[in-house]
């Protein structure tokens, strides 16, 4: 009698091993290869210098709102003082290597472990505050920050800031947006992994323990405060390393765009490309920076207009109603963000041409 052989038809998982996978079937893994290629070997051959331009800050943001998912989307910590934190990576780097020659890996490395500490100690905090008071206490470093950055001239150089030689790695200089561009994203690809490995580690886990339920996670022995205090050290050097990076990028460094509203936009990102998602940081930064530029195109646009100059003096004040009208659209309609849209669309493709 001949046996009858079963075949599977899903993915089941026997060990946890599996569970924790990045990519659970070699499609996935074949799918983020071409990516890849597509990344690193078109877009920056067929793209623009002005476009290149965009990409690069869209992958310097990026960086910066993977490390603000994991304190907030993955911890549950809100921080009003990214923005802030993204300037002290800046003014390390650029006063690194100004004044004491440090090379452009080095002050990278050194302004993301400077911001780390600093991230350590607004996030002392966290020990007795939480919600509404801890984002108060975020809010109010980002003012003291920013205060330092305009009155400690001496170092920060005040209102004037400080202006950078450009970068070179290995002697080859890196001023122009095609040689930029690899090091942003090979950033972004290698920060990404560490974030996604991080996540698959017991350290990730006590994060979502402690932002689900953080007196159970404290009765199962998890020592939350540490670990809380560990989530604004990674969360700050992911934002000193992307403030690095964008120092260099521009090659000067003021302290006009370390406000609230940086950080505003950061909390943007993470909140319409997807709380507790990686891949919703990058949707996130996508969004934000190309509804910036879109402003400022229609911007100027209507500025070289003399019959519509007068509506361009009215989109700048809007920037901030459509940000604010943005995340209350995306809150109400798709609370899960972008990253929630990507999901539907990818398990559209798996099931066509069948639907539910």
Known sequence: MKKLRLHPCGNYKERYDEELTI???????????????????????????????????????????????????F???????????????????????????????????????????????????????????????????????????????SLTGGLQGIILSRASLFGLSLKSDFAFFYI???????????????????????????????????????????????????????????GALWTHYLASITPDPFTLFLSVEFIAMIIIGGLGSLTGSVFGAIFITSLNEILSLASEYFMNLPALAGVALT????????????IVLFIIFEPRGLAEVWRIIRASFRLWPFSY
Do not use: C
């Open 23 to 73: 990519f659970e079937t070699d499609f996935g893994r074949v799918s983020m290869l071409i990516g890849l290629v597509i990344l690193f070997v078109v877009i920056p051959w067929i793209s623009s210098s002005y476009l290149l331009y965009v990409i690069n800050h869209i992958g310097i943001f990026a960086i910066a709102a993977v490390g603000l998912n994991l304190l907030i989307g």
């Open 75 to 153: 911890t549950g910590q809100i921080s009003l003082g990214h923005g802030a934190f993204f300037g002290v990576g800046g003014y390390t780097a650029a006063i690194l290597s100004t004044k004491l020659g440090f090379p452009f890996p080095l002050s990278l490395l050194s302004a993301g472990i400077m911001t780390a500490a600093v991230g350590l100690v607004f996030g002392l905090p966290s020990a007795r505050l939480k919600h509404l008071y801890l984002t108060i206490a975020t809010l109010a470093g980002q003012f003291i920050i920013q205060f330092i950055f305009v009155q400690w001239e």
């Open 184 to 242: 942003v994203f090979i950033s972004l690809v290698v920060m990404l992994w560490i974030a996604k490995n991080l996540l698959r580690t017991r350290y990730g886990r006590a994060f979502v323990a402690i932002r689900d339920n953080d007196r159970a996670a404290e009765g199962m022995g998890i020592p939350i405060f540490h670990y809380k205090l560990l989530a604004f050290a990674i969360s700050s050097f992911y934002a000193g390393f992307a």
């Open 315 to 326: 989109i700048a004040p809007l920037r901030e109603f459509i940000f604010g009208l943005a």
